[in-house]
Nanobody, 124 residues
Framework: QVQLVESGGGLVQAGGSLRLSCAASGGTFSGLIMGWFRQTPGKEREFVVGIHKSGSSTRYADSVKGRFAISRDNITNTVYLQMNSLKPEDTAVYYC?????????????????WGQGTQVTVSS
């Protein structure tokens, strides 16, 4: 069983930056696709970005391309989300997720494990 714990959320002004971290335990981290999703009240959870097991490839939602960057450290079992040029519409609870599959999926149902979420609030 894989456990995921996010950290790094908070309040930031528009145009600012935050870095989220997700620490994984209880499984073979290097064998997992890792992703970040986000959710706002009343809306479905949406895919933000994913990274391949080796870190060799990534996939971004159009809304965050050029502003967000995902990375992973298979030694410390941690995945990061660097968020730059933040906008008020980026305000959401951000969830780390892990999938036991061979490609970077954007579908919630493909991810087996989820963190508890961390709040990101961007003020205008």
């Amino acid at each position: 069983q894989v456990q995921l714990v996010e950290s790094g959320g908070g309040l930031v002004q528009a145009g600012g930056s935050l870095r989220l971290s997700c620490a994984a335990s209880g499984g073979t981290f290097s064998g997992l696709i890792m992703g970040w999703f986000r959710q706002t009240p009343g809306k479905e959870r949406e895919f933000v970005v994913g990274i391949h097991k080796s870190g060799s490839s990534t996939r971004y939602a159009d809304s965050v391309k050029g502003r967000f960057a995902i990375s992973r450290d298979n030694i410390t079992n941690t995945v990061y989300l660097q968020m730059n040029s933040l906008k008020p519409e980026d305000t959401a609870v951000y969830y780390c997720a892990a999938a036991s599959m061979g490609w970077i999926s954007s579908e919630l149902s493909d991810y087996n494990y989820w963190g508890q979420g961390t709040q990101v609030t961007v003020s205008s």
